[in-house]
């Protein structure tokens, strides 16, 4: 991973990022975990058209993630997947910080990128393809 760079995010940062996509999307026999795919690779792509004060927000998480022990980062993806566990004032916000985890992680996941060692696509796994064709007429 040393090779990988951003023009968004620290080594450090997209270290913290690969450690909440693998807590996240561990992978199993049949699929790769997150870091396996090598989509991180692409995060700036991913993150073009955020509005910069929450690239910075998001960053300051993944360092946060980066410094985390996983038995913590696993703790704050559950509290964000259990959001209508807690009051409506806490639960609110639990929400968004659930979207914006899981939208960074899973569309960099299926995005049908891999890095440049050529991990594995979950798309070809599940054997996706996506086509468009213009109509005759």
């Known amino acids: 991973m040393s090779s990988l760079t951003s023009t968004f995010f620290s080594y450090r940062q ?3 990022l690969q450690k909440l996509g693998d807590v996240m999307i561990p992978g199993d026999r049949e699929f790769p975990a997150f870091s ?3 989509c991180l690779a692409y995060v700036d792509t991913a993150m073009g058209s955020a509005h910069p004060d929450d690239i910075r927000d998001f960053g300051y998480l993944l360092w946060f993630f980066y410094l ?5 980062i696993r703790s704050v993806v559950w509290l964000a997947d259990n959001a209508e566990s807690f009051p409506n004032a806490i639960a609110g916000l639990l929400r968004k910080l ?3 985890l899981k ?7 299926y995005s049908g990128k891999t890095g440049l060692s050529g991990g594995t696509s979950p798309l070809d796994i599940i054997e ?3 086509t468009c064709e213009r109509r005759e007429g």
């Open 68 to 72: 985390a022990p996983t038995p913590l």
């Open 14 to 16: 997209l270290l913290g």
């Open 128 to 130: 996706f393809s996506l």
């Open 103 to 109: 939208g960074v992680v899973v569309s960099l996941y």
């Open 36 to 38: 396996e795919t090598g």
């Open 98 to 100: 659930n979207i914006g």
